[in-house]
């Protein structure tokens, strides 16, 4: 295995770094470097530069449109986009719902959904979760009965991300409830703007509106909303799921954060010296630095085997563990070398300005992103079910 990057692949590298130099506006770097609210708005810009250079859609097939870079091309591009700030861009269209809509969608449903989400046309946020069915998601119970041409859906889900901007939820519905679990399950394609549905705000521990309760009462859905067939849903569920791990470790976003906050420790005074001299912070600075090294080169490693054509399999659950623990242990050091300046919590300064932080740079969003990156080790799979996963296939012999 060569760990080294070849020509084509430093070629590529210059690319996206003289892409980014002349696309990526200013003031949005700036924002997400100092951990700015974006809104709507700034990030359908964002979606419309990617889209015009033709590099939104890195891991789609070129038939419908995309990159189809491979995964050390994916890599160079992330780490890349977090060394120059650019915003992520929203993934639920882009790399969540189009891989199963390519590999399992009608024709019809591809040409018609692929060229929206790459147009930006569709905002697309995700319905799995429901109270009772989050790690456990086959014990879902969103119920959809066919009455002629279409679904009525009733339930409620719960965590939608971004949901207040969208105008379609993918979601995963009961269609049968005498079925065992897994197979009673379907996979349905629903516009927001419906009679019966309801979006309601949940406001997270640092006071932004990023989550959502979605409720449907009796609404219909037209059956040719319904991706592959009724009762197979789990199927195209999972393959999803493997579409929402990807770039799991985010070594990119730790690397940029662990640079923040030296540049903050060595403003900062401690007792009369640089905060990055006090030897309790510069271990743990140094700590979180080598636990950071260490999981790059694994991350390589798989990206490494991914690009000769081997499938990750637990790996990308050692991943989501290691990656979120560092980016939450970086958050902390962020906000333990902001101090005071991290305390007071004024949502307006999120929100940007002309206003400078009042302490070193990145303090005011400091306690903020320290609260809401504890979603990181909740998300995407918890990390004490990924523990299991590792624990079963690494530990206990399972396959
Ligand atoms: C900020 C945020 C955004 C999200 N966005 C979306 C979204 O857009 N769409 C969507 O559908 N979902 C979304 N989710 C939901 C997310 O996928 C779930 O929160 C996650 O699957 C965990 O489920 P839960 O919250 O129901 O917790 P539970 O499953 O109830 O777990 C509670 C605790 O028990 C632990 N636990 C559960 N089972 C086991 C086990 N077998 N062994 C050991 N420990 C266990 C968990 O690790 C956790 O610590 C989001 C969540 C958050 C926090």
Known sequence: MDLNYSVEEQAFRAE??????????????DAMRLGHDLGKEGHEKWHAILNEQGWLAPNWPQEFGGC???AVQRHIFEEECCRANA??????????????LQKFGSKAQQDHYLPRILSG?????????????????????????REGDHYVVNGQKTWT?????????????????????????????????????????????????EVNE??????KVPVENLVGEENKGWTYAKYLLTHERTNIAGVGFSSAGLEA????????????????????????????EIDLMAMSTTNLRIISRAASGQAPGVESSMLKVKGTEIRQEINDLARRAAGAYAMP????????????????????????????????????????????????VKLGGGA
């Open 16 to 29: 996206v770094q003289e892409f980014l130099a002349q696309k990526l506006p200013k003031e949005m770097s």
């Open 68 to 70: 189809e870079w491979n």
């Open 87 to 100: 915003p992520r861009i929203v993934p639920f269209g882009l790399a969540m719902l189009a891989p199963v």
């Open 121 to 145: 046309e569709d905002w697309w946020c995700q319905g799995y979760s429901e109270p009772g069915a989050g790690s456990d998601l086959a014990s879902l119970k969103t119920r959809a009965v």
């Open 161 to 209: 991300t971004l949901g207040q901007y969208a105008n379609w939820i993918f979601c995963l519905v009961r269609t049968d409830p005498d079925a065992k679990q897994q197979a009673g399950i379907s996979f349905l394609l629903i516009d927001m703007n419906t009679p019966g549905i309801e979006v309601r705000p949940i406001i997270l521990l640092d006071g932004t509106h």
């Open 214 to 219: 979605v409720w449907f009462t009796d609404v």
């Open 261 to 288: 906050v030296k540049r903050m420790a060595r403003s900062q005074m401690h007792r009369g010296r640089p905060l990055i001299e006090n030897p309790h912070f510069a271990a743990r600075a140094a700590r979180a």
């Open 345 to 392: 919590f004024v949502s307006e300064a999120l929100e940007g300005g002309n206003e400078p932080d009042m302490g070193p740079e990145g303090s005011a969003a400091a306690a903020p992103q320290y609260f809401n990156n504890r979603k990181l080790s909740i998300f995407g799979g918890s990390n004490e079910v990924q523990k299991n996963i590792i624990a079963k």
